[in-house]
């Protein structure tokens, strides 16, 4: 693989490359197999890959996060060298490389700005856009690669693309779980050990509500769920949404829910001093 660090040197070096379709899979580094398992999608349908490594600071709220926020990248190069080819990139840039000039763009979402974790981030999802589109712009992919555990972030980036007519298709792989149900994400390496050990009652509490919703509604499913997660110590529930796959339209009763239609129960958690995220489908019998 081929690590890079500068836009003009990765335009470069895929305009003489020339190979179709180009896949890209953008992340923040600190990977772990749910990052690896989009990049082996990328591999699979793409002749050429490009992942990029950059921790994007106009996503981050926090800025005591952003400091926070893992770097191991000697690691991450190590792994990427099991996974790519000889030609695939690894797009390193810093800050100056990204953002030349402070990027004042504003992205309108409709309804996606205005529930879940744009009410409980604000600006992170703009702060995503601008990053990601900056990437598409360089890049210019065929094909991109995000995970379904950011639901939301998937729906906004697809919104990006039919907003702004790029010619890349989403591609969104499956959530990939520890072996006992936690949704892998870089931030569980920083969970105490007491939280981590209580961490898997996220997933079983909103796989228990999606079995739930043949029999009950989805008040007492929410209530359910807050009351199961909160019970355990330092762990206090943000938000759970059951939402369409498009809009991300909040449903508050089965009334309003469709038959053939996709919706997904969407949760945020503060575990300790670590905020996680997840979802499953709920499928209306």
């Known amino acids: 693989m081929k690590v890079i660090s500068t836009i003009k040197e990765l335009q470069s070096t895929l305009k003489n490359l020339h190979q179709s379709p180009v896949g890209f899979v953008p992340t923040m580094g600190a ?3 749910g990052h690896l398992s989009l990049v082996n999608a ?3 349908q793409c002749p050429l890959v490009v992942v990029s490594i950059y921790v994007n600071p106009t996503q ?3 800025k005591e996060d952003l400091r926070k926020y893992p770097r191991p990248l000697k690691k991450d190069l190590s792994l990427l060298g099991k996974v790519l080819r000889n030609n695939d990139i690894v ?3 810093d800050d100056k490389e990204m953002y030349p000039a402070e990027d004042k763009r504003i992205f309108r979402f409709g309804n996606l700005d205005n529930i879940m974790e744009a009410l409980h981030r604000p600006g992170h999802f703009n702060g995503v856009t ?5 990437f598409f712009e360089i890049i210019r992919p065929d094909l991109a690669f995000f995970g379904q555990k950011d639901f939301q972030q998937v729906a906004v980036i697809k919104e990006l693309v039919r907003q702004n007519r790029y010619k ?14 936690l949704a892998m994400s870089s931030r569980n390496a920083l969970l105490e050990p007491s939280v981590r050990k209580n961490a898997p009652v996220i997933h079983k509490a909103i796989y228990t509500a999606s079995v739930m919703l043949e029999g009950k509604d989805i008040p007492e499913i929410r ?4 009351k199961t997660i909160e019970k355990k110590a330092g762990f ?5 949404e059951i939402v369409d796959d498009k809009k991300l339209v909040p449903v508050s009763s089965k009334k309003q829910m469709k038959k053939g239609n996709s919706y997904y129960g969407c949760i945020a958690v503060r575990a300790g001093k670590i905020r996680l995220i997840d979802n499953i489908e709920f499928q209306l019998v």
Do not use: C, M, W
């Open 42 to 44: 990328a591999t699979s």
């Open 223 to 226: 209530d359910y769920v807050r």
């Open 91 to 93: 797009f390193t840039p």
């Open 168 to 181: 890349v298709k989403i591609a969104v792989n499956p959530i990939i779980r520890e072996p006992d149900g």
């Open 31 to 33: 990977l772990h197999k």
């Open 236 to 240: 206090s529930v943000e938000y759970f």
């Open 60 to 62: 981050f709220n926090n």
């Open 130 to 134: 601008q990053i990601v589109s900056r």
